[in-house]
């Protein structure tokens, strides 16, 4: 049996992004990962029951850690706070996570749920920061090793 890999929905083909788009990565990343891997697709926004199209959010505040505290939100532009959703979203993810027996996770870069190195700094301005998103966080306080797209070649090695 190979090991199980946590992956981001919309990197896989579902067009479950806040603009209802995927973000597919490339065919040949997806063949190398499916040759050392079971992918298990998860969105967690979806999971945390936002719908699809939704508004775009950031964290306003520091980071997803910090959302998981309760000492920031995760905000639409209208100032709506979405936090909630984010939350339960992370733990759905998590749960989804530990039954498959996943030890690391693929998640898309720069989103406020699945970034592991950098996020957008609150201010909608497409400015990024570091700090991690809300799911990426959680997954990392249990110890599971958060990837992003990019960084497929360090998980493929490390794994
Ligand atoms: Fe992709 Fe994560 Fe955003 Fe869902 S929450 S669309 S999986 S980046």
């Given at each position: 049996n190979k090991p199980t890999l946590l992956v981001s929905a919309c990197l896989l083909g579902q067009p479950v992004r806040y603009d209802a788009q995927s973000k597919p990565m490339p065919e040949q990343d997806w063949r190398?990962?499916?040759?050392?891997?079971?992918?298990?697709?998860?969105?967690?926004?979806?999971?945390?029951?936002?719908?699809?199209?939704r508004p775009a959010a950031e964290i306003v505040g520091d980071n997803g850690a910090a959302v998981l505290r309760r000492q920031?939100?995760?905000?639409?532009?209208?100032?709506?706070?979405?936090?909630?959703?984010?939350?339960?979203?992370?733990?759905?993810a998590l749960d989804i996570a530990r039954q498959h027996g996943c030890h690391a996770a693929l998640l898309k870069a720069n989103s406020p749920s699945c970034g592991n190195r950098r996020i957008y700094d609150g201010e909608f301005s497409a400015t990024l920061k570091d700090g991690k998103g809300v799911t990426a966080s959680l997954l990392d306080l249990d110890g599971i090793m958060v990837w992003n797209e990019y960084e497929i070649q360090q998980l493929l090695r490390q794994t």
């Open positions: 190398l990962l499916r040759q050392q891997f079971d992918l298990i697709p998860a969105c967690p926004e979806c999971l945390g029951g936002l719908p699809t199209p920031a939100q995760v905000k639409t532009a209208q100032g709506l706070d979405v936090s909630q959703a984010f939350v339960a979203g992370a733990k759905m």
